[in-house]
């Protein structure tokens, strides 16, 4: 089993910034690819970004890329997506997820393994 804790939400003007963080335990975190998704009230659940066990390989939704970054840190047992230049649209509960063995880029929730609670991001204009 893998616990997957994010953090890092809250209220924002568009525009502003925020780093969502996913702390993991259980298991060897370095053995998973993690996935970023997000579920906006009324909507499905979708891909935002996914990165791969060593951090060499990432992969974004267009919607995001160029303003988010998934990054981990293995020797902390954490994953992050930092939010730039934030929308309203963004507005979403942030889910983050685990997938083994983690070498290929995964887009597909169903792929994923674990997941965490999510963090609610709002985004105001």
């Known amino acids: 089993q893998v616990q997957l804790v994010e953090s890092g939400g809250g209220l924002v003007q568009a525009g502003a910034s925020l780093r969502l963080s996913c702390a993991a335990s259980?298991?060897?975190?370095?053995?998973?690819?993690m996935g970023w998704f997000r579920q906006a009230p009324g909507k499905e659940r979708e891909f935002v970004a996914a990165?791969?066990?060593?951090?060499?390989?990432?992969y974004y939704a267009d919607s995001v890329k160029g303003r988010f970054t998934i990054s981990r840190d293995n020797a902390k047992n954490t994953a992050y997506l930092q939010m730039n230049s934030l929308k309203p649209e963004d507005t979403a509960v942030y889910y983050c997820?685990?997938?083994?063995?983690?070498?290929?880029?995964?887009?597909?929730?169903?792929?994923?393994?674990?997941w965490g609670q999510g963090t609610q991001v709002t985004v105001s204009s």
């Open positions: 997820a685990a997938d083994s063995p983690g070498y290929r880029l995964v887009y597909r929730a169903i792929e994923y393994d674990y």
């Open positions: 259980g298991r060897t975190f370095s053995n998973y690819g």
């Open positions: 990165i791969t066990r060593s951090g060499g390989s990432t």
